[in-house]
């Protein structure tokens, strides 16, 4: 048996973003002032600064570093705290794209074109995969656009899935937690009319001169691929279910059913485990059949380091949302990390925040001095989208002693000569057999298996595909240690206790 991918989704709910309430968003006192807190690494913590390479691997990465010194940016602190809101208040979706479109790059695997007989044409796999949510104004939704393909004309229609998101996601017409904390960038605004300002400024943190940075181990592939890269666009099938699938022949001569992505599955976090265990792991791919793993080293803050003076500026905040903040950075309960920085697939960056002390006065008396003052509001349960809430604690949940062997989480196994399906790989395609089949869009995988209620809404089975890496859900609940990171048998008891 196989262990589960080293991320899982929190569902979007189902009826669009949660609003917040009017008797929170307006209430008062509004406080300003600042917090000051301390960061304690769980496991190694690096952010990636300067790297070289070697032929064509990662060769070292050296932490990052402003004037001198080495830091946490604030700006990834702020998307560590923005994330965990969005999901666990069910907001709509921070950052958002609807695809390449507009790329004019003819190696993109997304744009206008597939081929054409012109010169300079793009020689995009995906021709208009822009994704929208069900109840998206947008004029140009069922816009047909004529593209060529091994010398055919074809029509497609421009947004290939036009109810990838539940309704109102992804248009930011709802005044949402994250939005009151953060704010909003209109980015189909050239001039941002609709832009509001956040209310949290997140200072660098600058890691002292004592805490002592150490060599790790970490796996590059020596190809052009990146292993454990960053996120894969948001029109991959990484983060949707499959839907309509294709042939496609490869520049290597095999012949290949693509998926085509369909709903999205929700908003992605990375499980904590033991970056060692996890690094063995792959060392037995190596040695077994992956020799293309290489190994380079990685400039890391040392497991148990303590870095202090962190500080958070806020203002305009009721003393509810202070609150909230306070728990989002805290997360006093079930044994919560958060994860921060590069190679969190493979344990890197599991880190627990500790506010050390608040600081803030009544905007209404502004000549007042700012002091230092204890929590004042509760934590109101009509911000919390619940159904997140329960995959949180499970994907959150930091190993304690003796659950390591259960907290190992790796990417499926690429095995060409494999004989299981899972072994067949993580890439989003499966090979088909040599009788002939039609080119361009068709459904021969299979995808549109019957939806059961014991995976997230919009999530079908595998039916009769063999490529059951496609389907996410279906082969984490297969894995070896699903039940006991994530507490059943399926996530029935997660979506509806």
Request: aromatic share 12%; charged share 25%.
């Amino acid at each position: 048996m196989h262990y589960m991918n080293p991320f899982e989704f929190v569902p979007l709910p189902v009826n669009g973003p949660r609003e917040i309430p009017t008797i929170v968003a307006c209430g008062t006192p509004r406080l300003e002032g600042y917090l000051t807190y301390s960061l304690t690494t769980l496991t190694p913590l690096h952010i990636t600064g300067k790297t070289t390479k070697k032929d064509n691997h990662f060769e070292k990465k050296s932490f990052y570093e402003n004037y001198g010194k080495k830091v946490i940016p604030g700006s990834s602190l702020r998307g560590m705290i923005a994330s965990f809101v969005e999901a666990f208040t069910g907001s709509d979706l921070g950052t958002f794209t609807r695809g390449d479109e507009k790329s004019k790059s003819n190696k993109s695997a997304y744009g206008k074109h597939y081929e054409e007989n012109k010169k300079n044409a793009q020689k995009c796999r995906h021709v208009g995969f822009l994704v929208a949510s069900a109840d998206d104004p947008i004029k140009t939704k069922n816009k047909l656009d004529k593209y060529h393909h091994r010398g055919q004309e074809k029509t497609r229609c421009r947004y290939e899935r036009n109810e990838t998101l539940p309704p109102r996601f992804g248009r930011h017409v709802v005044d949402d937690v994250a939005r009151f904390l953060f704010g909003y960038v209109d980015q189909d605004n050239e001039e941002n009319k609709d832009a509001s300002a956040g209310r949290l400024i997140f200072e660098d943190l600058i890691i002292p001169d004592d805490v002592k940075m150490v060599n790790q181990s970490a796996w590059d592939l020596n190809s052009d691929a990146v292993f454990g890269s960053p996120n894969p666009r948001a029109n991959t099938a990484w983060y949707f279910t499959p839907g309509e699938s294709r042939v496609r022949k490869t520049d290597s001569g095999f012949r290949v059913w693509e998926v085509l992505a369909d709903k999205v599955r929700g908003r992605k976090f990375y499980f904590h485990q033991h970056p060692k265990i996890c690094h063995e792991k792959y060392r037995k791919w190596q040695k077994k059949w992956l020799p293309v793993l290489t190994k380079y080293n990685v400039e890391a803050v040392e497991s148990g380091a303590g870095i202090a003076n962190g500080r958070i500026y806020f203002r305009d905040l009721p003393e509810t949302m202070l609150t909230l903040l306070a728990y989002s950075l805290m997360l006093p309960e079930m044994n919560m990390a958060h994860k921060i920085g590069a190679l969190k697939p493979f344990g890197f960056g599991s880190v627990r925040i500790e506010i050390d002390e608040l600081f803030y006065r009544d905007m209404a008396n502004p000549l007042n001095p700012i002091e230092s003052q204890g929590l004042k509001g509760k934590l109101v349960g009509s911000l919390i989208d619940q159904v997140s809430y329960r995959f949180l604690k499970k994907i959150m949940h930091f190993p304690e002693h003796g659950e390591e062997k259960d907290y190992l989480f790796v990417y499926p196994p690429f095995n060409t000569k494999g004989n299981s399906p899972e072994e067949k790989g993580f890439a989003i395609v499966e090979g088909t057999d040599n009788r002939p089949r039609p080119w361009g869009n068709v459904n021969q995988s299979n995808c549109s298996g019957k939806q059961t209620r014991t995976s997230p809404p919009g999530h079908p089975t595998p039916g009769k595909s063999k490529k059951t890496t496609l389907f996410f859900d279906h082969y984490q609940m297969k894995a070896k240690n699903f039940e006991k990171v994530m507490g059943g048998k399926n996530y029935l008891h997660l979506l509806n206790p």
